[in-house]
Structure formats: C-alpha cells, structure tokens
C-alpha cells in the first residue's frame, strides 16, 4: 500500500461511491473510497480516502497510479517516486480549487 499523504480532499463520502478493500505489507486489509480518477502526465491516478478511520481523525488521502495488468484488468500501483506524487497532489488540490470556484 502506498504511503499516506497528507491531501485535503473536501470530500463527503456518499452512498453510492465505488468501495475497494487494498491490503498492506502485514496483511491488514482496508476499505477506501474512490474519491476521483484523474490524468496527470498521459497517466492516471486514483485518489483514495479510507474509510475505516475514526470519526475524530482527519483523513489523508491515499494516490495510486492506475495501470493495466497483462490482461488489460485495472490495478493500483504504488508511486514511488516523490516528484510524481507532488504533481499528481498539486493536480488534485487544483481541480478541488476549481470546483469550489464554481
């Protein structure tokens, strides 16, 4: 699982959000919302948010890159490289920056 980032997504989750179980380097699964997909560079990218937080924690949103497998299935990969990851969270704070302007 990739590493949480500090993303303040303005995000209200809704009942009809498209849930995924990822788990991490011990085992452990956890429940995201799909908050958005969004292209970066030619690539896409899909903003997580957990669900199985506490009630009083503030959410941090989760990145993966979106790519295909050999037989073409979506799959989340971790982005490792810190560059990527900025871009990538700058486009998302940008587009939330647009929404609320309208």
Do not use: C, N
Request: hydrophobic share 35%.
């Amino acid at each position: 699982m990739a590493d949480d980032k500090d993303l303040d997504t303005g995000f209200a989750q809704e009942d009809d959000d498209e849930i995924i179980t990822l788990t991490d380097e011990e085992g452990i699964e956890h429940e995201f919302v799909v908050v958005d997909v969004i292209e970066v560079s030619d690539r896409e990218y899909a903003i997580l948010l957990p669900i199985d937080t506490e009630e009083d924690e503030e959410s941090e949103a989760v990145i993966l890159r979106l790519e295909k497998d050999q037989d073409g299935d979506d799959v989340l990969v971790d982005i490792e490289s810190e560059e990527e990851w900025e871009e990538v969270a700058q486009a998302y704070e940008e587009l939330l920056d647009d929404e609320g302007e309208e």
